[in-house]
């Protein structure tokens, strides 16, 4: 159950269809199963807002620490996740990804670096 809340919320970015269809599911992403695990429901909709449907919403600092602790790879997986499954994203393709790099780069700016977790040996 957790998982798939963690999972949605980088669901940035990015499959409400999964989510609201498997709200307990696990999701691997090139073999990583934990690349979002530490972004909240809360937060990974609201990414999902601003970078999928182009809705406004100003993640909060905390919000920000999530997305940059899972790292600009998951970011980038689930931004590329969302434009291959959800199929109405607001505007082009193109606007898609400078919305991704706008959300990340605001969010450097709001933080600063983040060291990513740890990964599993």
């Known amino acids: 159950m957790a998982t798939l809340k963690n999972l949605f919320a ?5 499959v409400v269809t999964v989510a ?7 999701f691997a992403i090139d073999g990583n199963l934990d690349c979002g695990k530490g972004i909240n429901y809360d937060c990974g909709s609201g990414f999902f807002q601003i970078i999928i449907l182009a809705d406004t919403f100003t993640p909060t600092d905390e919000c920000c620490h999530q997305l940059l602790k899972a790292g600009k790879n998951c970011h980038k997986q689930f931004v ?9 994203i607001r505007g082009t393709i193109s606007d898609v990804y400078r ?3 706008e959300t990340w780069n605001n969010c450097v700016a709001a933080i600063g670096p983040v060291s990513p977790p740890e990964p599993a040996h």
């Open 99 to 101: 919305r991704s790099n």
């Open 80 to 88: 590329e996740l969302g434009v291959s499954s959800y199929k109405k």
């Open 10 to 14: 980088l669901m940035i970015l990015l």
């Open 20 to 26: 609201l269809l498997l709200p307990k599911a696990t």
